[in-house]
Every structure is written in C-alpha cells, then in structure tokens.
C-alpha cells in the first residue's frame, strides 16, 4: 500500500511541477485518501524488482536529491518539495533503471546540423555522447562525454541509493547516423538508419555502455535497441 501511495502522488508532484498552478487543484489530498486492495496471494512469476526509465524527466530534474530519495530509497517519510511546500511520503525503493543513451547535439560539421521536429520540446531531446563522424576514438573531440548531466546525475543518485540493475536503450542512433538527420524518425515511417551505419551505432551503444562500466561502476545488465526510429 506504501508503494502505491507513493508511485500516486509522484504522478501528482510530476504534475505540480510541470503543469500551471491554475490546473493543479486539489488532485493532491483526493489521490492520498484513495484505497487500493492488492490480494498477496496472487503469484504472476518471480520479478527481478522495479523500476524507471530515466530519460526525458530526469533531463529535467535528475539533479533533485528529493526525487531520488523517493525514487530509490525505501525510507518511511520522504520530505518533497512542491512549488515552495514539503509534502512527505513513502519512499518507492526502485532498483533497477534504465539510460537512455542520446541522439541529439546542436554542433554543425561537414555542412550538416541536426534537423529538429517541431513536435519533440527540447527537454525531451536527449543528448548523444557522439556528436559528429570525424573519429571513432572516444577520446577524441568527436565525442562530449560532459553531454547529458542531468541524467547522468539521476544514474549516479540511484546507484548510491542502491539501485542494482541498469539497463541501456537507445531510441534514436545520433542524429547524424540518421538518413534526414533527424532523431525524430523518418518522414513516413520506416528505417531511418542507413546500413552502412549500423555498426557504427553499435559501436556508440557499446562505447557508452563501457563508459559507464569503466568510470562509473554501473554495469548494464542488458541493453534494448528499441525501434522507435524505425
């Protein structure tokens, strides 16, 4: 019931923090006094445990200590900051996260630049570590390994809150590995990566994930190529 309680009224914070205060309300108090009944008796197969995808909210607020502790701990009153107020709740005790390695980056070489759409805000552009094809060398200016702060943060708060599981996904090869350079997908559907890049951005996800391995001691215990760009 703690866990319940508390995945609600983190719906309701995200909410607070995101929408104008006009539209707020009191969904707050309303979500808090809801009763969900769960038979513990019912068995679905074993779970490795639970957890969050990173990406688009920890762009914006992977830097909150608040939200990790309530995210990633499991301590009885975690004190939250809404809009100025302090609302205390059960911490979720996640642990296991998912990265979502980036496609974007704003730099421009060769004549090219990555091509925005209109419908993908930029807090939800997730930046690329690879940002053009001049090396392949991770050490080299091709790649920005200070891209991505925030949810690096997010990433490193939840494995010192003890978050055991990471998980890397990419939703978009970098964007200039795309066919109209756009990590949006392509125009009409379909494949939006060229075949003579598909080892390159196997090369980026693999890059990343060793990258984490090695400097941040999070190793991937498995990695998805989702298609959404496809």
Same mark, same amino acid.
């Given at each position: 019931?703690?866990?319940? !309680? $508390? ?15 006009? %539209? ?12 969900? !009944?769960?038979?513990? *008796?019912?068995?679905?197969?074993? &779970? /490795? ?9 920890? @762009?914006?607020?992977? *830097? ?8 990633? +701990? ?11 107020? +302090? ?20 730099? +421009?070489?060769?004549? @090219? ?8 805000? !930029? ?6 570590? &690879? ?18 702060? $925030? ?7 939840? *494995? *010192? ?10 939703? %978009?090869?970098? &964007? ?29 996800? $693999? +890059?990343?994930?060793?990258?984490? /391995? ?7 215990? $498995? ?8």
């Amino acid at each position: 019931m703690a866990a319940l !309680k $508390s995945c609600l009224l983190l719906l309701s914070i995200l909410c607070h923090l995101i929408l104008p205060s006009n %539209s707020q309300g009191s969904e707050l108090n309303s979500i808090q006094q809801n009763e969900i !009944k769960v038979n513990a *008796k019912d068995s679905f197969g074993r &779970w /490795e445990g639970w957890g969050t995808s990173l990406a688009w909210w920890s @762009k914006q607020f992977g *830097k909150r200590e608040d939200l990790s502790d309530l995210f990633f +701990t499991d301590d009885a009153s975690v004190k939250v900051n809404i809009n100025g107020s +302090t609302v205390t709740a059960p911490g979720l005790g996640l642990n296991i996260v998912r990265y979502n390695a980036g496609a974007c980056s704003f730099n +421009t070489f060769a004549g @090219k630049k990555m091509q925005i759409s209109p419908y993908i805000p !930029k807090s939800r552009q997730m930046d690329s570590y &690879w940002i053009d094809n001049l090396s392949e060398n991770p050490n080299s200016p091709s790649w920005n390994w200070t891209a991505d702060e $925030s949810q690096r943060t997010a990433l490193l708060n939840a *494995k *010192k809150r003890g978050v055991n599981l990471f998980e890397l996904f990419s939703n %978009s090869p970098p &964007w200039w590995m795309c066919d109209n350079l756009n990590p949006s997908g392509a125009p009409r559907g379909g494949n939006n990566l060229s075949p003579l890049n598909y080892p390159l951005h196997s090369r980026y996800l $693999s +890059t990343v994930a060793l990258d984490f /391995e090695q400097e941040m001691q999070t190793a991937a215990s $498995s990695s998805a190529l989702e298609k959404s760009y496809e």
